[in-house]
């Protein structure tokens, strides 16, 4: 029993020892206090043209300087590229579209060919505070049928059959894409003395639907159109008048290249058309139509986008 007392009583000693040894080395600690800072991020302004911060750049400025000098503005039905060719940096954007009627009118895609080549090699061709876009072929299915080559193309390339180049003039979903835009839209259009299809809505078309959010995310201030065959330059209208901005540029084209100029085309009624819309958008545009279906008229046109230039520059 005595020894059972005395191993207690060790026990006892030992463990107080040990409980004020710790308690000595652990209160003297004190925790680090942690500041802890907030910093306000101030909201930069959003200017009236869309750019970010004080004087800022536009936001379709800014997205233009990104797109570099070949963008693909987005795909036909069977998923080709509808490419878009830049060339310039001002804030002024003109555009000039070809191939809308594919195959049919193939004549308005070289066109436009020869003009992205002229000015790769011309880059002075295009004036300080000018951009130029340039759409070869807004209908790629189209005019591949016609000439079975992707791109750019030769005049030997095109099919002799005057049924394919038919065929050609419509998309892959059989849509005539110039009764597909948003201006007096009907689902049965007309060309010529014949039904054609507008599509199921305005813009169901994978090809409209780009130009039509290009052109809503640039602005641009003037816009001219390629077709065949009628020789002359025709202004546009949405049942709401000609512009006087569209009656100068279709006047300025015209007497430059030669070309009659006219207020409106009125060979027979025609709904869904791309630059009639354009113009609902207060958009100055014009179609120019080539005179033939086997000759685009280089020489002439140039004179056209010479003078139209250099007044949207003015």
């Known amino acids: 029993m005595n020894k059972i007392l005395i191993v207690?009583?060790?026990?006892?000693?030992?463990?107080?020892?040990?409980?004020l040894l710790i308690?000595?080395?652990?209160?003297?600690?004190?925790?680090?206090?942690v500041e802890v800072v907030v910093v306000e991020e101030e909201m930069m302004e959003v200017e009236p043209g869309g750019g970010i911060g004080d004087g800022a750049q536009p936001l379709n400025e800014l997205?233009?300087?990104?797109?570099?000098?070949?963008?693909?503005i987005g795909s036909s039905v069977e998923g080709r590229d509808i490419t878009a060719y830049h060339f310039g940096t001002g804030e002024k954007e003109v555009m000039f579209i070809g191939g809308i009627h594919g195959g049919y009118s193939w004549t308005t895609a070289l066109m436009a060919f020869e003009l992205v080549e002229y000015l790769e090699n011309t880059p002075?061709?295009?004036?300080?505070?000018?951009?130029?876009?340039?759409?070869?072929?807004?209908?790629?299915?189209?005019?591949?049928?016609?000439?079975?080559?992707?791109?750019?193309?030769?005049?030997?390339?095109?099919?002799?059959?005057?049924?394919?180049?038919?065929?050609?003039?419509?998309?892959?979903?059989?849509?005539?894409?110039?009764?597909?835009?948003?201006c007096l839209w009907e689902e049965t259009g007309t060309w010529q003395n014949q039904s054609v299809s507008g599509g199921e809505m305005p813009f169901s078309e994978p090809e409209s639907q780009a130009v039509r959010d290009y052109?809503?995310?640039?602005?641009?201030?003037?816009?001219?159109?390629?077709?065949?065959?009628?020789?002359?330059?025709?202004?546009?209208?949405?049942?709401n008048g000609v512009m006087a901005e569209t009656l100068a540029l279709t006047n300025t084209y015209a007497a430059a290249s030669g070309y009659t100029a006219h207020e409106?085309?009125?060979f027979y009624d025609i709904t869904g058309d791309m630059v009639n819309w354009l113009a609902a958008k207060q958009i100055p545009a014009i179609s120019?139509?080539?005179?033939?279906?086997?000759?685009?008229?280089?020489?002439?046109?140039?004179?056209?986008?010479?003078?139209?230039?250099?007044?949207?520059?003015?």
């Open 124 to 182: 002075s061709a295009v004036p300080e505070g000018v951009r130029v876009t340039v759409i070869p072929t807004v209908n790629p299915d189209g005019l591949y049928s016609v000439t079975g080559t992707e791109g750019l193309f030769a005049a030997s390339d095109v099919a002799s059959s005057q049924a394919v180049k038919v065929a050609g003039r419509f998309n892959a979903n059989e849509v005539d894409l110039n009764r597909n835009f948003n």
């Open 63 to 72: 997205i233009a300087a990104e797109a570099g000098p070949v963008e693909v």
């Open 23 to 33: 308690q000595g080395t652990t209160s003297t600690y004190e925790a680090d206090e």
């Open 264 to 266: 409106e085309f009125d």
């Open 215 to 239: 052109v809503e995310l640039y602005n641009p201030v003037a816009v001219v159109a390629y077709y065949a065959a009628a020789g002359g330059v025709y202004s546009s209208n949405c049942k």
């Open 8 to 19: 207690l009583g060790v026990l006892i000693v030992v463990g107080g020892a040990a409980f």
């Open 288 to 314: 120019v139509l080539l005179t033939t279906h086997e000759d685009t008229e280089w020489d002439k046109n140039l004179k056209g986008i010479t003078a139209v230039l250099s007044s949207i520059s003015n």
